[in-house]
């Protein structure tokens, strides 16, 4: 390990910069070219409006008995794989994203306890590198295929946050539910929290807003933005890559040092990303292939992201491997620049569907309720359903079933404190997805 440490630290500082800017007291300081500045800032500008749907496969080369020491993940390999299709839309300022997760466990575990919306494993309560699962054999039980469905949106003032169906040997296990949360009360509560992803993107090479707290804020280009969060520009100079020249631009955040790879013959798209350790050693490696140009603008995005993982975000205190622990493939399915109407994110008028779920914690009401939410089902008959959620403004809840609620304001709390468990624990699962974003980036 401690060989692999100095050359790893080595390599870092094996390329001989080409261009520096500065002598004498302002050697140290590396400024970024114009025209590289420009190029990405352009780039990013474009990327507005966008439609962009993705697949992301996760898997690891790891036996069974190193997972939890190095992935933090007590179960099988096949368990950790991960295949995730994503559609996702953007357009000044406000986002849309449609998931669908498919991944394999034991048949007796409880999906609805522990969903992997980000991909991410609630903790045990006692031990926060466990999940919560019954005793595991030494090898695999019979597992099953979950395949789940998540849609989420932004707007200028409400987080919309939709669960479709559950399906686990083609039985349906959960049903519709949205939660409608104001994009002010979500910063205060959980302003880390991810609200929705733009993975494909960021190994792209931007920084779309995922996080409570950045939203408003508009699409940048990500070597850009980690400069204007303090970044510093350590290093620009030339090299060959495959036999073409591409740019290369060493960045220290602070945490960890950056390296980019850009191809100015793609508008300095980025070719290959890698975060290093301060010492030097690598944690994630992400390689760009097969640029497509969106549209007729000089604009160019890869259709698959590579991406290797030399120590997982959930085992932070695991050194990193000479080996990749895990991989994650990305591929470009589709990305259009077209007009995108408003009405793609706004996702209350789309689930209204009889017996969908609803918690709404935009209405003024909802303060003065226990859980803070507003919460109805939508009842069978249209006509109904004014009434039903004024009644359930008044703490009166009827699930649309056409007949009066037994238990009344038990019945209320009840079903609320289920639907508030699944959302605290997206939430949970949000957070821990930007700690390991954090680390990742």
Not at 36 to 60: C, G, H, K, S, Y
Not at 193 to 198: E, G, K
């Amino acid at each position: 390990m401690m060989s692999f440490v100095r050359n790893a630290a080595f390599s870092w500082l094996l390329l001989v910069p080409i261009t520096n800017v500065g002598v004498g007291a302002a050697a140290d300081r590396v400024e970024l070219p114009d025209e590289i500045r420009q190029a990405l800032a352009d780039n990013a500008r474009r990327m507005d409006p966008v439609t962009v749907q993705w697949e992301m496969d996760r898997r690891t080369p790891l036996p069974a008995g190193q997972l939890l020491p190095k992935l933090g993940f007590p179960a099988s390999p096949q368990e950790f794989s991960l295949n995730r299709s994503v559609r996702y839309a953007w357009h000044n300022g406000m986002a849309w994203s449609f998931q669908r997760d498919r991944w394999q466990q034991a048949a007796d575990v409880d999906t609805a306890a522990r969903p992997p919306l980000y991909g991410i494993d609630p903790p045990d309560e006692k031990d926060p590198q466990v999940r919560r699962i019954p005793p595991r054999l030494k090898e695999p039980r019979k597992l099953v295929k979950i395949e789940r469905e998540h849609e989420v949106s932004v707007d200028r003032e409400n987080w919309y946050n939709a669960t479709g169906s559950e399906k686990s040997m083609g039985v349906i296990g959960t049903g519709r539910m949205i939660m409608i949360t104001p994009l002010d009360q979500a910063r205060q509560e959980h302003p880390e929290a991810v609200l929705i992803l733009t993975d494909y993107l960021h190994e792209a090479g931007f920084k779309f807003p995922r996080t409570a707290l950045e939203q408003g804020e508009l699409q940048q280009s990500l070597p850009l933005y980690l400069i204007e969060q303090g970044g510093r520009v350590e290093d620009v100079r030339q090299k060959s890559a495959d036999g073409a020249p591409c740019t290369v631009v060493d960045i220290h955040t602070g945490a960890d040092r950056v390296r980019f790879q850009l191809d100015p013959a793609r508008q300095y798209a980025v070719l290959v990303r890698e975060v290093y350790t301060p010492s030097g050693q690598l944690l994630t490696r992400c390689s760009n292939s097969d640029f497509m140009r969106i549209s007729d603008l000089d604009l160019w995005l890869p259709k698959v992201c590579s991406v290797a993982h030399y120590r997982w975000a959930e085992a932070p205190q695991q050194e990193p491997s000479t080996q990749p622990v895990a991989y994650e493939t990305y591929r470009l399915i589709e990305a259009k620049i077209e007009p995108i109407p408003d009405a793609r994110f706004d996702l209350k008028s789309k689930y209204n569907e009889p017996g969908t779920f609803v918690a709404d914690r935009s209405l003024p009401e909802a303060a003065d309720l226990p859980l803070g939410q507003v919460q109805f089902r939508i009842p069978a008959d249209p006509s109904r359903l004014e009434k039903v959620i004024e009644d359930a403004k008044k703490g009166r809840v009827d699930f649309g079933t056409g007949i009066p609620p037994r238990g009344g304001r038990f019945e209320m709390i009840r079903w609320g404190m289920t639907l508030a468990s699944v959302m605290a624990l997206v939430l949970f699962l949000a957070w821990r997805y930007h700690r390991a974003e954090n680390r990742r980036s």
